[in-house]
């Protein structure tokens, strides 16, 4: 195992999925512990304050909507990434809105899920020692690159890593359409996988945050045929 091993930690009650997962991190080089419960991750999460935290929505006693709201509440950073049987638009919109930075269904490739874990860790440490407390200014919305969080009026929203990350290449080029395979390819790695569908789901969680009316956006632009594009 690597001398600064990142520690990635399992909230997850399927104890042969417990179990894959595990050597399949461990054999990467990640420190992993595990927790069979909600309450349990919770308690592990502020324990621990772990790299990453793989969690499922189907667990006992506390759901994994509420384990991510718990989480979030105490810490804004650490990436929640969830692994769900639950494939309907609206479970990922609501894992989204959770705290969740990415959403991953079941049955899974184990090799696609390693490959959104490389690509989150990819992203964080370069961004975070060159971007410090960067701010970004949507609307009446201001939002922290280094927390992910959004802040409008007395409200502060948790928009989880991916949707801040999306927000930050759309300011980087303000005003010009971003397409889907640019944003893939800048916020995921070609390696990652994801699909389209998976960017119309982070769009979708920040016109939620920062339109006063996301139904009819003035600062989240769709242009047609092209891809996204940021106004002021």
């Known amino acids: 195992m690597m001398q600064d091993a990142k520690t ?22 990640y420190r992993v512990h595990c927790a069979q419960t909600g309450e349990k991750g919770v308690d592990l999460a502020a324990e621990l304050h772990p790299n990453l935290i793989i969690l499922d929505l189907m667990l006992p006693g506390m759901n994994g909507y509420n384990v991510c709201e718990a989480i979030r509440r105490r810490d804004t950073v650490t990436p929640i990434l969830i692994l769900s049987a639950r494939s309907q638009e609206n479970d990922i919109i609501r894992g989204l809105e959770a705290g969740a930075d990415d959403y991953v269904t079941k049955p899974f490739s184990i090799g696609e899920l390693l490959a959104r874990v490389r690509a989150i860790f990819r992203r964080i440490a370069p961004d975070r020692e060159k971007n410090p ?19 409008v009026g007395n409200k502060q929203t948790d928009l989880g890593f991916y949707a801040t990350a999306i927000l930050q290449l759309l300011d980087e080029r303000r005003g010009e359409p971003v397409s889907r395979d640019e944003i893939l390819d800048a916020v995921w790695g070609i390696d990652a996988n994801p699909t389209n569908r998976t960017i119309d789901n982070f769009i979708l969680k920040l016109r939620r945050v920062l339109e006063k009316n996301p139904a009819k956006p003035r600062h989240i632009l769709t242009v047609y045929g092209q891809g996204y594009k940021l106004t002021q």
């Open 8 to 29: 990635i930690l399992i909230i997850e009650d399927e104890t042969d999925l417990i179990l894959g997962l595990t050597d399949a991190f461990e054999f990467e080089g």
């Open 133 to 151: 407390s960067r701010l970004i200014h949507v609307g009446d919305a201001v939002i922290n690159v280094d927390s992910y969080t959004a802040s």
